[in-house]
C-alpha cells in the first residue's frame, strides 16, 4: 500500500513568487493536515482538512491557503514567498479526527527561497 | 501557550549504550503523545501513548507516559549507529493538530 505521497520533493523559487504543493494521502485516510518545519526546528502546524472542509489553522499569515478534493487529495499554496518561507513541507494524513488514530507523514516538499 | 519541551536538544553516545529521552508538554485538550524518528524526511511514528503508566515497547525501544507530572520519556537500549536521528515528540491536540517539541538529535558513535 503507498503511503502518504508528496510533490514536488524539491524546489526553488524566488521571493515573490507563488508555490503549490501537493499530497496524496493514505488510500482511505479522510484527514490531511500541513505543516511547516524549519532547519533544526520541530514541525509548526499549518492547516487540517477533513471531508474537504478546513478543520483548524495554525498561526500562519494569509498568503498560506490550502484545500481539499473529493478524492482527499490536497494542495498547500503559499503566495508572495519570503526567505523565511524556506522549509520542509511535510503533509499528514489520517483515517478520521476521532481520537486514537495514528497520524502518517508524507516524505515531505523541500522549499528554498532565494 | 500550548508547548512541548524536549531535553536533551542533543545527545552523544557510543554504541551499546542506553539511553532516555525526555519530552514534558502543557497542551490543552490533551489527546494522546507520540513520539517520531526522523532521519532524513518523513517522520516515522513510533509509538502512540494515551494512558499513564503503561509502557509500550517495540524492541529495544520503549516509552511511557506520566499524564499527573505531563511527561513522557523515550528509552532505547543496546544503541546501534542505526538509531541516530531526531526524536520527535508531539502531543495531540484537539481533533488530531499535533504540537511537536524541538527534537533530541541523537548520535550514535561506533
Known amino acids: 500500500d503507498a503511503g502518504v505521497t508528496q510533490s514536488p520533493t524539491h524546489l526553488i523559487k524566488t521571493r515573490g513568487q507563488h508555490v503549490t504543493l501537493r499530497c496524496s494521502p493514505i488510500?482511505?485516510?479522510?484527514?490531511v493536515s500541513w505543516y511547516q518545519q524549519v532547519l533544526g526546528q520541530g514541525p509548526q502546524f499549518i492547516f487540517q482538512?477533513?471531508?474537504?472542509?478546513?478543520?483548524g489553522r495554525g498561526n500562519f499569515p494569509d498568503r498560506f491557503s490550502a484545500r481539499q478534493f473529493p478524492n482527499y487529495s490536497s494542495e498547500l499554496n503559499v503566495n508572495a514567498l519570503l526567505l523565511g518561507d524556506s522549509a520542509l513541507y511535510l503533509c499528514?494524513?489520517?483515517?478520521?479526527?476521532?481520537?486514537?488514530?495514528?497520524?502518517?507523514f508524507g516524505e515531505g516538499s523541500w522549499l528554498t527561497v532565494v | 501557550e500550548d508547548k512541548v519541551v524536549q531535553s536533551p536538544l542533543s545527545l552523544v553516545v557510543h554504541e551499546g549504550d542506553t539511553v532516555t529521552l525526555n519530552c514534558s508538554y502543557e497542551?490543552?485538550?490533551?489527546?494522546?503523545l507520540l513520539w517520531y524518528k526522523q532521519e532524513k524526511k518523513a517522520p516515522t511514528f513510533l509509538f502512540m501513548l494515551?494512558?499513564?503508566?503503561i509502557e509500550k515497547k517495540s524492541g529495544r525501544l520503549s516509552s511511557i507516559l506520566d499524564k499527573k507530572e505531563l511527561f513522557s520519556i523515550l528509552n532505547i537500549t543496546a544503541t546501534q549507529t542505526g538509531d541516530s536521528a531526531v526524536y520527535l515528540c508531539?502531543?495531540?491536540?484537539?481533533?488530531?493538530?499535533?504540537?511537536f517539541g524541538q527534537g533530541t538529535r541523537l548520535t550514535i558513535n561506533p
Open positions: 499528514a494524513s489520517t483515517w478520521h479526527r476521532g481520537e486514537g488514530n495514528t497520524i502518517y
Open positions: 488510500s482511505g485516510h479522510k484527514s
Open positions: 497542551v490543552t485538550n490533551f489527546r494522546s
Open positions: 482538512y477533513y471531508e474537504k472542509e478546513e478543520r
Open positions: 494515551t494512558s499513564s503508566g
Open positions: 508531539a502531543v495531540i491536540q484537539g481533533a488530531q493538530k499535533l504540537v
